[in-house]
């Protein structure tokens, strides 16, 4: 008896993924619960498992197919795997993958010599693409992630660059006399290598392309801009750092005060933490706040839940965590399923000033931007502070102008005023 392995419901939003490597091929042994390829989606990396013991049948679809949800990817056949089985329709490079064990970690990796080596989806590619091998990559928890990967090609590009070059200087050569009149030059002709490269967007970059654009055609977006004295901040961060640190086992950022902050202007301007469906408002009463971080493929935007209930290192571990998983590749549909307002940081990167593009169906989004010290007048006088501009992009279909200018004002009240926020609540 043959059973088919299907592409799963794998939540809000995604109805297509795309093939991103088989660790099985045709004619392999598999147990029930045992992964079988590895799908890519436009919010995370997804393994299909077996359904029953027996042995690959058939592969349906190969290595980079697009398919959608409840298509048939291959099939297991009751019975023992064969020894000599056809390669699966994939890459001719793409390495053997050992069978991974009911009680392993994760999904294994054959390095050389048969050792099997526990890595995550995104260590593995990362692993391929930068060519470095699994087995040397040290570890500091039960699975390689992208970031030990990560963190050891660049320990090997740092030894390759210290290598003694075998290049020999070029001959000192001999000064020409000047000429009466400075002569005229033709440039030489551009040569070497001019060579183009041609790459496929992945599953996740495609998506987010796509997204981006249909944001900008179906809402009226429009951006109001403010700048904000991070002085009180800075100061009270100053203050407090070692010991938030020691309690809480992380910094204490930027970030958590504007996220307060923007829960006490939602709850003031509830339209900005609404949506559109149809030709009705849906107003949301609870604050669930999306955070943009740093991923290998460009942003992802992870959800902060109820963070009206959430301490000030609630949100900083929060965000912390976030950020590691984004890095590791360990996100997963739960942490970034939803929002109803969203920030993003693009201070980190050194961005001074920018517009934000709405999170659809969010209609406000609030842009931060680099701490820069600046001139600014106070009480007749020019005086020297730390100043950030921030950007509130909203959906005028159902936002004010005014509206919006205030919401970003009040932001800027609390920031400037860091002791209000815990009176706001």
Request: without cysteine; charged residues 25%.
């Amino acid at each position: 008896m043959s059973v088919n392995i299907v592409v799963p419901e794998m939540g809000e939003s995604i109805v297509d993924a795309r093939i991103a490597r088989w660790l099985k091929k045709e004619g392999d042994a598999v147990a029930v619960g045992e992964p079988l390829v590895e799908l890519e989606t436009d919010k995370v990396d997804v393994e299909v498992n077996a359904p029953q013991n027996g042995v690959l049948k058939q592969i349906a679809h190969a290595e980079g197919a697009d398919v959608k949800i409840g298509d048939v990817l291959g099939t297991i056949a009751e019975g023992a795997g064969s020894t000599a089985a056809p390669a699966p329709p994939a890459p001719a490079a793409a390495a053997p993958v050992a069978a991974q064990p009911k009680s392993s970690n994760g999904p294994l990796d054959t390095a050389r010599g048969g050792r099997a080596v526990p890595a995550t989806p995104s260590a593995r590619k990362a692993a391929r693409e930068q060519n470095v091998e699994l087995s040397s990559v040290p570890r500091e928890g039960p699975r390689v992630t992208k970031a030990d990967v990560d963190k050891r090609a660049a320990g090997a590009k740092a030894v390759a660059v210290a290598a003694p070059s075998q290049v020999e200087a070029p001959a000192p050569t001999k000064a020409e006399p000047a000429a009466e009149k400075p002569a005229i030059r033709v440039p030489a002709p551009v040569t070497g290598d001019r060579t183009e490269e041609r790459v496929r967007m992945s599953k996740r970059r495609a998506t987010i392309a796509k997204r981006l654009v249909e944001a900008q055609q179906t809402a009226a977006m429009l951006t109001t801009f403010n700048e904000v004295d991070m002085s009180a901040v800075m100061a009270l961060r100053e203050r407090h750092k070692e010991s938030f640190k020691a309690r809480y086992g992380t910094g204490l950022g930027v970030a958590s005060f504007f996220v307060k902050a923007a829960v006490s202007a939602l709850r003031e301007f509830p339209r900005l933490n609404a949506e559109i469906q149809g030709d009705e408002m849906v107003l949301k009463h609870y604050y669930d706040i999306g955070v943009a971080v740093g991923a290998a493929e460009g942003l992802v935007v992870p959800v902060l839940r109820d963070v009206d209930r959430m301490s000030f290192a609630g949100i900083e571990l929060g965000i912390r965590g976030f950020a590691t998983k984004a890095k590791d590749g360990t996100l997963t549909l739960d942490d970034l399923r939803g929002g109803t307002f969203s920030i993003t940081n693009g201070g980190v990167f050194g961005s001074l000033m920018s517009t934000p593009i709405l999170n659809p169906p969010q209609v406000g989004i609030l842009g931060l931007h680099a701490i820069k010290d600046r001139p600014v007048a106070v009480n007749g006088a020019a005086v020297i502070r730390p100043m950030m501009y921030t950007a509130l992009t909203y959906d005028h279909r159902i936002v004010d102008g005014s509206e919006a200018v205030r919401f970003l004002v009040r932001i800027k009240e609390l920031v400037e005023d860091p002791a209000a926020l815990l009176i706001e609540g």
